[in-house]
């Protein structure tokens, strides 16, 4: 069955340390993304991909990398991690929509940063 | 300024009654839209997508969507305590453009009480 997986699923990390959150997706499918979501803000994408070795900024980028090594992984990176960066991140795959939506989330990295 | 604002935040309706929820975008390169339910501890999954002026249904699921007014509504009839979950509006660009990113609302908690 096609998915998207992430790891870890949860994950605790000290401030100025380095996160890697890490994505595959199994449906084949051109255009990822990262997201964050908390309470009061829902959904705020972070970084997208249209493919491999792309990677294009969202509406939150800043504190944040990602890395499209191939076209079925997707890593986000966080350099020098913060508390504010304390959050639920959410992997998703798709494709440029034809009449429906292909977009698909993974089950979510639970980030704590002390 | 949030481009999906969504309303209202939360919402509670009895066992067997009609949920409504609401979605406007206000960039109108941004009109093309989907509904998606998360419940408590996964990743979001989308419902259902309308791109077309009119009614879109769905099951016990029907969206309405005004193109002049980049309004869309969703409307859940014999609502269940498992439609209990965060509604989240989604909009995008159109599916021709490179840029094609998605963006969501802050979401609905429906609350369906037995």
């Known amino acids: 069955e096609a998915a998207v997986t992430q790891s870890p699923r949860n994950k605790v990390a000290v401030t100025g340390g380095k996160v890697t959150l890490s994505c595959n997706q199994t449906n084949n499918h051109n255009n990822m993304y990262w997201y964050r979501q908390d309470t009061g803000h829902g959904l705020r994408l972070i970084h997208y991909s249209y493919g491999a070795g792309s990677t294009e900024k969202g509406d939150i980028p800043d504190g944040y990398k990602a890395s499209r090594p191939s076209q079925e992984n997707f890593s986000l990176i966080l350099e020098l991690a913060t508390p504010s960066q304390t959050s639920v991140y959410f992997c998703a795959s798709g494709e440029r929509a034809r009449g429906d939506s292909d977009y698909t989330f993974g089950s979510g990295t639970r980030l704590l940063v002390i | 300024q949030q481009k999906v604002q969504q309303s209202p935040e939360s919402l509670s309706v009895p066992e067997g009654g009609m949920a409504s929820f609401n979605c406007t975008s206000s960039?109108?390169?941004?009109?093309y839209f989907w509904w998606y339910r998360q419940h408590s501890g996964e990743g979001p999954k989308a419902l259902m997508s309308i791109f077309s002026d009119g009614d879109k249904k769905e099951g016990r699921f029907t969206a309405h969507l005004n193109k002049a007014s980049l309004h869309v509504s969703l409307h859940i009839r014999d609502s269940q305590p498992s439609d209990s979950a965060l509604y989240f509006c989604a909009a995008s660009e159109p599916p021709d453009t490179n840029a094609y990113k998605v963006i969501f609302g802050k979401g609905t908690h429906l609350h369906v009480l037995p």
């Open positions: 960039d109108r390169n941004f009109q």
